[in-house]
């Protein structure tokens, strides 16, 4: 059973700093690996998604990385602005379509 | 990019009485749409794999005579909960899939609809 761990829950940081977030997953038989971002109350955008056969992504001040063999995902905020601030989400699919989440890291930049 | 909205964005309901939510998608069509919930401060949890033309597919624990979902035309799916109790109140979204042949399997997620049982 494929299991989506993200670190850290929480996230608080000065404006203009670079940060990283963390995702693991435990079934490396992945087909993409999504990154979104929520804001309180609201749904999904998604912000990067990496096929199984990508190394990582870039779009503007964010880059994911992905080393499926180990597991795992990178999200790198570089200047990092207090519109930043949000709740970042990593989820993994297979075959199929499922989505399975991790529980999050809460981000917030402060002015 | 493509749209998949969702309606209504809030509802409040008494305990008993059984809510509709519908998700469309808007400029694409979508044989495969999924329904999420969400409780406060937890992430996504799939509750079940609808397809159009056939019967839902429900995850391990979800009772699908509680959780009812349609998907009656390539762009909308229904999730109807029946009987709702204030334990059913939490934040549902759904998501839509592009079915067009190299569209990437990117789920397309609608605004989220919270729901309150009273």
């Known amino acids: 059973k494929q299991e989506v761990t993200q670190i850290p829950a929480a996230l608080s940081v000065p404006e203009g700093e670079n940060l990283v977030l963390n995702c693991s997953f435990t079934?490396?038989?992945?087909?993409?690996l999504q990154w979104f971002r929520q804001d309180p109350g609201k749904g999904l955008t998604s912000l990067l998604l990496i096929q199984s056969s990508q190394r990582e992504q870039t779009s503007g001040r964010l880059n994911a990385s992905l080393d499926k063999s180990s597991g795992r995902s990178t999200l790198y905020i570089a200047a990092s602005q207090p519109g930043d601030s949000a709740t970042y989400l990593c989820a993994v699919s297979h075959q199929g379509g499922k989505l399975i989440f991790g529980q999050g890291t809460e981000l917030s930049v402060k002015p | 990019g493509a749209v998949v909205s969702q309606h209504p964005s809030r509802v409040i309901c008494k305990s008993g009485t059984s809510v509709k939510i519908e998700c469309r998608s808007l400029?694409?069509?979508?044989?495969?749409m999924f329904w999420y919930r969400q409780f406060p401060k937890q992430s996504l949890m799939l509750m079940a794999t609808s397809n159009e033309g056939s019967k839902a597919t429900y995850e391990q624990g979800v009772e699908k005579d509680k959780f009812l979902i349609n998907h009656a035309s390539l762009t909308l799916s229904t999730l109807t909960v029946t009987s709702a109790h204030p334990e059913d109140s939490s934040f549902y979204i759904c998501?839509?899939?592009?079915?067009?042949?190299?569209?990437?399997?990117?789920?397309?997620f609608g605004a989220g609809t919270r729901l309150s049982v009273l």
């Open positions: 998501s839509a899939t592009d079915s067009e042949p190299g569209a990437k399997n990117i789920q397309y």
């Open positions: 400029d694409f069509q979508a044989t495969t």
């Open positions: 079934d490396s038989a992945i087909y993409n």
